[in-house]
C-alpha cells in the first residue's frame, strides 16, 4: 500500500527513508497480547507530521550502541496536525496543531496518574516506559516520518491554541516534545534556582536546552563543559561560561578560574553512557561524566541525569559497560549526600508551562540549540553530520509545512 516515508535503521552508520504503510488507529499487536488491551485504539489519533527532530538519543542506535535490529524505524520528536481521530477522542478536532510527547503513557495506571509518565505501566511489555521509533519501547512505530498514530490522545497531546501562531512558532514549539522539557527536567532536578551556579556536562542540544533552562530558571553563572569547540560556541551565544574536557587542565580547576571556586551548587550531566575521560586523548569512560559532577557538586547538592544510561551496549569496550555496570564512584556520591535524579523526563510535567514561555516570547529554545530545518529526504544526511559533532539540532519538515527561519 505504501503513503508513508519514515527513516529507518539499516545499520550501524546507515539509515534510509523508506516507503511504509499509512498507520492506522491500533496499537502494536506485541503490546495488545501482552498487555491484554484491544488491539483498536479508538483513543487514538493520526498526525500529518508538522515538524519532527532528530535526537541524541537516535543517534546511540544509529551509532549500533544499542541492541536496535535493522528496520527499526526512528523518531520520538514529534509535532503534527490531527487529520484522524478515533470515536473514543472527545476534547481534540481534526486540524488541532499538537505536540506528542516522547514518552507514551496510557494515562490510566498508577504511574501516569502520579505524574510519572516516563515509566507508565501499560505501554511496553518488556518494561515500565515507552517511546515512539526506539528500541526495547514497546514496537510503536517511529515519528521521523510523513504520518504517525498517537494513542490515547486525549491524554498525550497537547494542543497549541492558535495554528497561525503555532506555526510562526513551529521551530520553537517542537522541541517541546523532548529536549526543552527533558533539559528542563534535569536542571529543576538539580535543583536550579534564582542565584545558582549550574555545571551542565554537554553541549549537544539537551546540554544546551539544560543550560538554557538553567538561566530560565534564575542561574547566576552557567558553566557548560564539552570537548566539541563549535559546541561550546553555540553555548556562548546565549551567555553561558564554558570549559574545554579535551584539556589536561582538570575540570575542577577550568570551573575555579570561572567561579573563583572548584564547585557549583548543581550539577547536569547530559552526555550518558557514550562519555569520553577528561584530558586529552582520554578516550571513551563511560562514567567519567558521572564521577565528574559528584566531584564538582557541592555536599548536598543534587544531580540531574537526563543523559541515558542503557541496560546493554554491545559496542562498548569494556565487558562491564556492555551490560550497563559502570565504574561509578558511589562512595563519593554517599560521602557529599547527593541525590540522584534519573530516568526518562515526564514530559507532561512541564510541556504545557514550557508552551506558554514560547508563545509569549519569554524562551527561544530553538535558537539557543541553532534549530536547523531540513527536508525528511535529508534525514540520512543530518544523522551523518550530528555523529560528526556539528553544532546543530535538525529538525525534518516533511510536508514542507515550516516557515522559512
Not at 505504501?2 to 506485541?30: C, F, Q, S, W
Not at 514496537?139 to 494542543?159: C, I, K, S, T
Not at 555536599?299 to 550497563?324: E, F, K, M, N, R
Request: charged letters at 20%; glycine letters at 12%; aromatic letters at 6%.
Amino acid at each position: 500500500m505504501g503513503g508513508n516515508r519514515i527513516v529507518v535503521y539499516k545499520e550501524p552508520g546507515k539509515v534510509t527513508v523508506e516507503d511504509h504503510d499509512m498507520p492506522r488507529l491500533e496499537v502494536p499487536a506485541d503490546v495488545a497480547q501482552a498487555i491484554g488491551m484491544s488491539r483498536k485504539a479508538p483513543h487514538g489519533v493520526i498526525l500529518r507530521m508538522l515538524a519532527t527532530n532528530i535526537c541524541g538519543s537516535d543517534q546511540h542506535m544509529v551509532r549500533g550502541r544499542t541492541s536496535a535490529p535493522p528496520g527499526q524505524t526512528l523518531g520520538h520528536e514529534i509535532t503534527g496536525e490531527i487529520i484522524e481521530k478515533g470515536d473514543d477522542v472527545q476534547f481534540l478536532e481534526v486540524g488541532d496543531i499538537v505536540s506528542a510527547p516522547f514518552n507514551i503513557a496510557c494515562g490510566r495506571c498508577r504511574n501516569c496518574k502520579e505524574q510519572k509518565t516516563g515509566i507508565c505501566l501499560n505501554v511496553n511489555p518488556g518494561r515500565a516506559g515507552s517511546a515512539y521509533g526506539y528500541v526495547d519501547m514497546g514496537g510503536w512505530e517511529g515519528g521521523q516520518a510523513e504520518f504517525v498514530m498517537v494513542p490515547f490522545a486525549d491524554f498525550n497531546l497537547l494542543r497549541f491554541p492558535d495554528r497561525d501562531q503555532a506555526l510562526e512558532k513551529i521551530r520553537d514549539l517542537t522541541m517541546l516534545s523532548d529536549i526543552f522539557p527533558t533539559g528542563y527536567h534535569g536542571a529543576v532536578s538539580a535543583g536550579v534556582t534564582t542565584g545558582s551556579t549550574v555545571y551542565v556536562a554537554g553541549a549537544g542540544p539537551v546540554g544546551l536546552a539544560a543550560a538554557y533552562s538553567a538561566q530560565i530558571l534564575g542561574a547566576a553563572v552557567v558553566i557548560v563543559g564539552d570537548l566539541n569547540e563549535d559546541r561550546l560556541a553555540q553555548a556562548r551565544t546565549f551567555g553561558c561560561e564554558t570549559v574545554d574536557v579535551s584539556s589536561d587542565t582538570p575540570v575542577g580547576d577550568q570551573v575555579a578560574g570561572i567561579l573563583g571556586v572548584d564547585e557549583v551548587d548543581c550539577a547536569v550531566d547530559a552526555v550518558g553512557f557514550e562519555a569520553s575521560g577528561h584530558g586529552h586523548d582520554a578516550g571513551e569512560q563511560p562514567a567519567a561524566v558521572l564521577n565528574t559532577i559528584m566531584g564538582l557538586a557541592r555536599a548536598g547538592a543534587s544531580l540531574g541525569i537526563p543523559g541515558l544510561y542503557v541496560t546493554g551496549d554491545p559496542g562498548a569496550d569494556d565487558p562491564d559497560a556492555q551490560h550497563g555496570t559502570l565504574k561509578v564512584r558511589l562512595g563519593l556520591g554517599w560521602a557529599k549526600s547527593h541525590v540522584f535524579v534519573t530516568g526518562q523526563c515526564p514530559v507532561m510535567r512541564y510541556n504545557r508551562q514550557l508552551m506558554m514561555a514560547i508563545l509569549h516570547d519569554k524562551a527561544h529554545i530553538a535558537d539557543a540549540v541553532n534549530a536547523t530545518v531540513l527536508p525528511l529526504d535529508k534525514a540520512p544526511e543530518a544523522y551523518q553530520e550530528f555523529d560528526h559533532g556539528a553544532a546543530k539540532k535538525y529538525v525534518l519538515d516533511p510536508h514542507g509545512l515550516i516557515p522559512a527561519a
